[in-house]
Nanobody, 121 residues
Framework: VQLVESGGGSVRAGGSLRLSCAAS????????MGWFRQAPGKEREAVAL????????YYADSVKGRFTISQDNAKNSAYLQMNSLKSEDTAVYYC????????????????WGQGTQVTVS
């Protein structure tokens, strides 16, 4: 299974970015996909996750109301729309995928994207 991310970049506070994650390979239908992020000197944390079978979602408290995760099962892809970005959202964002149930611990996930930098100034 390979996860390919796109969509990071630099934006001013209050701006928006959209991350995409496309999965290829033998990823089971009805899995968990989502994003973690890691800022310098901090642990990797779950940002938003989606159960692609049920559509159930999880959001970290810090991004609720600003970020939206969605999926396109036909394309084996997930998306993260990030609005009202803040400087504290600056981090490397990693797409992750594995079997359900969705877990908040990064150690649950065997499949990772390469990471994409999001910088908010």
């Amino acid at each position: 299974v390979q996860l390919v991310e796109s969509g990071g970049g630099s934006v001013r506070a209050g701006g928006s970015l959209r991350l995409s994650c496309a999965a290829s390979g033998n990823l089971a239908r009805g899995n968990c996909m989502g994003w973690f992020r890691q800022a310098p000197g901090k642990e990797r944390e779950a940002v938003a996750l989606i159960n692609t079978g049920t559509g159930a979602t999880y959001y970290a408290d810090s991004v609720k109301g600003r970020f939206t995760i969605s999926q396109d099962n036909a394309k084996n892809s997930a998306y993260l729309q990030m609005n009202s970005l803040k400087s504290e959202d600056t981090a490397v964002y990693y797409c992750a995928a594995d079997r359900v149930p969705c877990d908040l611990q990064s150690s649950w996930y065997n499949y990772w994207g390469q990471g994409t930098q999001v910088t908010v100034s």
